[in-house]
């Protein structure tokens, strides 16, 4: 039995497993889930826009998010740890200081969205 209670057994996917870590969390099922499998560039960074090598390889780690909308103006993060807990956060908002833990990155991204969608709807 994992952090959530759940017995399930193993999920076959990492995008199954998002599916059901949200649903266990949430109460309700995600509207979207993304998968994506880890990269790895064995020969240089930053050199394929400059004329040089580059060899880019997929790995077989995946990661995968799962997601809703929110009508509150609120949103949440969490992790699936290997050790199968789940962590989150729900930073204040999107403009919240960076805290250096691992909810920095999605932070981020999540800020880089909400300015593309506001761009998008400014151009519209």
């Known amino acids: 039995m994992n952090a ?3 017995t399930a ?3 076959t996917t990492p995008a199954e497993r998002a599916v059901r870590v949200f649903t266990e969390h949430h109460g309700s099922s995600p509207e979207v889930v993304w998968s994506a499998p880890g990269r790895v560039n064995l020969i240089g960074e930053h050199t394929d ?3 040089g090598f580059v060899l880019p390889c997929a790995l077989p780690h995946r990661t995968a998010v799962a997601t809703r909308e929110r009508t509150d103006g609120c949103f949440s993060l969490g992790t699936l740890e290997a050790d199968g807990h789940l ?3 729900s930073p204040p908002s999107l403009d919240a200081s960076p ?3 691992w909810t920095t ?3 981020g991204v999540a800020r880089a969205l909400n300015a ?3 761009l998008c709807l400014l151009v519209l």
Do not use: E, F, H, K
């Open 4 to 6: 959530l209670g759940s």
């Open 9 to 11: 057994a193993a999920d």
């Open 116 to 118: 593309v969608v506001l």
């Open 87 to 89: 962590r989150t956060a």
């Open 99 to 101: 805290t250096g833990d």
């Open 49 to 51: 826009y400059n004329d």
């Open 105 to 107: 990155y999605p932070l």
